[in-house]
T-cell receptor, first 111, second 114 residues
């Protein structure tokens, strides 16, 4: 069935370090892919998305490219800030209405 | 934009009781979905409503039910509460189709069953 596998955390980085959070998926057809971010005590916020192969989603310095050949959608940021500390969720939406989320990766950025 | 608002923010119920959670969708969004997020896990799809009809359901028993109203607000009802129902319940709205736009999530209702 459809599923998402995320890199396990927690991840701790120093400010201005490079971030990669790995995400791979299993799906039939051509799903859309998303990254969501969840700050403590809050709901999920859409960070970026890609709806077809080779699309690059980007927002707030974060990027992810939809790679169909490797079934991946890795999240990257060139220089993280303390304010990026949160839990990041990769999600996929096959044709239909259900989103499948990964288990989340906790990121802590230290000054 | 008012965003997605949920009420209440926290709730404590006893096993066997019934609970109703409420959600107001973001303006212009005609689709609403509910997700359950257990501690340390990703959200799990409960069901989705469009035009006041359920049009998709995840692997949840019938004691989880919902409603969508003409103004696109929604309710999640859970009967015969079990301890494992303790979780954060997230309401999410979207214009159709969600796979093109993504969801806008509310801040959730934290349900504790004792």
């Amino acid at each position: 069935g459809d599923s998402v596998t995320q890199m396990e955390g927690p991840v701790t980085l120093s400010e201005e370090a490079f971030l990669t959070i790995n995400c791979t998926y299993t799906a039939t057809g051509y799903p859309s892919l998303f990254w969501y971010v969840q700050y403590p005590g809050e709901g999920l916020q859409l960070l970026l998305k890609a709806t077809k192969a080779d699309d690059k989603g980007s927002n707030k310095g974060f990027e992810a490219t939809y790679r169909k050949e490797t079934t991946s959608f890795h999240l990257e940021k060139g220089s993280v800030q303390v304010s990026d500390s949160a839990v990041y969720f990769c999600a996929l939406s096959p044709l239909g209405n259900q989103f499948y989320f990964g288990t989340g990766t906790s990121l802590t950025v230290i000054p | 934009e008012t965003g997605v608002t949920q009420s209440p923010t926290h709730l404590i119920k006893t096993r066997g009781q019934q609970v109703t959670l409420r959600c107001s969708s973001q303006s212009g969004h005609n689709t609403v979905s509910w997700y359950q997020q257990a501690l340390g896990q990703g959200p799990q799809f409960i069901f989705q409503y469009y035009r006041e009809e359920e049009n998709g359901r995840g692997n949840f028993p019938p004691r989880f039910s919902g409603l969508q109203f003409p103004n696109y607000s929604s309710e999640l009802n859970v009967n015969a509460l079990e301890l494992d129902d303790s979780a954060l319940y997230l309401c999410a709205s979207s214009p159709l189709p969600p796979q093109n736009y993504g969801y806008t999530f509310g801040s959730g209702t934290r349900l504790t069953v004792v």
